[in-house]
C-alpha cells in the first residue's frame, strides 16, 4: 500500500510540473545585419539554457524559461573576437568576452525588454508585466508582443489601460540622435551613429538620472531628453518614472513572447547601425547553437504597422 500512495504521489508531482510550462521567448532577427541577442536573469532566478547566441538577418530562435522566470533581453551589435580571442561588442556589450554573457548585463547605452512572469498556466494564473525601456538609451529597434492574442473582452489591465498589447520602440533613434547623445563607430573610410545614450549616462546629473533629491515620481519629471525618445516611441520607457505609459500586463497562459529586432521595418538596411553601411565587416563565422527558421510574416504584422505609422506621426507632432 504504501509503495502504491508513493507512486500515485509522483504521478501527482509529475503532472503539476507539466502544468507549469516553462515560457518560450521567440526571438528573431530582421534587421540587414547580425544581431546577438543577450538574456539576463533577475537575482535568484534561474538562467535560460543559452544567455547569448547570434542572429543572422531572417534568423528566428526559440528560448524556454522557467514559467515565473523575470529578467531582461536586449540586442548586441558590432561583435567580434579581439586579437586574443576575446568576444566583445561595441553596443549592448555584457562584458563576459563570450558569446554566452553568463550572468552579466548589458553595458548602455541599449534597448532593452524587460519581463517579470507570473507562472500561471491558463485563467487565474495572475498578470505577466513587460515593457521595452529606453532608460539605458538605444541601440536598435525592438518589438515585443504576447504569443498569446490579447482577450475579445476583460483581461487584466495594464497602468495604460490595455491588455497583451505589443508594445516596443520600432524608429530608428541613431538616425536623428541629439549630438550630445551620439555613440559613433568609425573605421577609415567611414563614421556613423552605432547607439544613442540616455541622458543619465551623458551627464550623470540627479536630474536625469532621477537619484539624489530627484529620486521620486514627485521630483524626477521629463526633460528634452526623454521627449525626444517618447516622441518617437510612445509605448517605450523614456525615463525611470515614465510607468503610466510604457508597462503592459497580460494574464499568464504560458504562451510566451516575441522579440523581434527591427520589426517590420527591411529600410533600416541601409539605416543608422554602422554594420549595415559597412562599418565594420560582420564577423559571420560566429553563430548560434540550435535550430534556426526563416522568418515568416505573422499574426502582428498588422499591428506593427500600425506602431510605426503611429510613431512617425507622433515625431512629426513633436
Not at 524608429?171 to 545614450?197: F, W
Not at 525611470?240 to 533600416?268: H, K, Q, R
Amino acid at each position: 500500500m504504501g509503495a502504491l500512495l508513493h507512486f500515485l504521489s509522483l504521478l501527482l508531482f509529475l503532472s503539476l510540473l507539466q502544468g507549469a510550462q516553462a515560457a518560450t521567448f521567440t526571438i528573431s532577427n530582421r534587421c540587414g545585419y547580425t544581431v546577438w541577442p543577450g538574456i539576463l536573469s533577475n537575482a535568484g532566478v534561474a538562467p535560460p539554457s543559452t544567455t547569448g547566441f547570434a542572429l543572422s538577418p531572417g534568423q528566428t530562435l526559440a528560448v524556454s524559461v522557467a514559467a515565473a522566470w523575470s529578467g531582461r533581453i536586449w540586442g548586441r551589435t558590432l561583435c567580434g573576437q579581439d586579437s586574443s580571442g576575446k568576444f566583445t561588442c561595441a553596443t549592448g556589450d555584457c562584458g563576459s568576452g563570450a558569446v554566452e554573457c553568463s550572468g552579466r548585463g548589458a553595458a548602455p547605452p541599449a534597448t532593452l525588454a524587460e519581463f517579470t512572469l507570473a507562472g500561471g498556466s491558463g485563467s487565474g494564473g495572475g498578470d505577466d508585466f513587460y515593457d521595452v525601456s529606453l532608460v539605458d538609451g538605444y541601440n536598435l529597434p525592438m518589438l515585443v508582443a504576447p504569443s498569446t492574442p490579447p482577450p475579445a473582452s476583460g483581461g487584466a489591465a495594464s497602468n495604460n489601460g490595455s491588455s497583451c498589447q505589443v508594445t516596443g520602440c520600432v524608429m530608428d533613434l541613431n538616425k536623428s540622435c541629439p549630438a550630445e547623445l551620439q555613440v559613433v563607430a568609425a573605421s577609415a573610410a567611414r563614421r556613423a551613429v552605432a547607439a544613442c545614450k540616455s541622458a543619465c549616462e551623458a551627464f550623470g546629473t540627479a536630474e536625469y538620472c532621477c537619484s539624489g533629491a530627484h529620486g521620486s515620481p514627485a521630483t524626477c519629471a521629463a526633460t528634452a531628453y526623454s521627449r525626444f525618445f517618447k516622441g518617437a516611441c510612445p509605448r517605450a520607457y523614456s525615463y525611470a518614472y515614465d510607468d503610466a505609459t510604457s508597462t503592459f500586463t497580460c494574464a499568464a497562459a504560458g504562451g510566451g513572447y516575441d522579440v523581434v529586432f527591427c520589426p517590420g521595418m527591411s529600410s533600416l538596411k541601409s539605416g543608422g547601425n554602422p554594420e549595415a553601411v559597412g562599418l565594420p565587416p560582420t564577423y559571420s563565422t560566429m553563430a548560434f547553437t540550435g535550430n534556426a527558421e526563416s522568418l515568416t510574416m505573422s499574426r502582428n504584422s498588422l499591428v506593427i504597422l500600425l506602431m510605426v505609422i503611429s510613431s512617425v506621426i507622433s515625431t512629426l507632432s513633436w
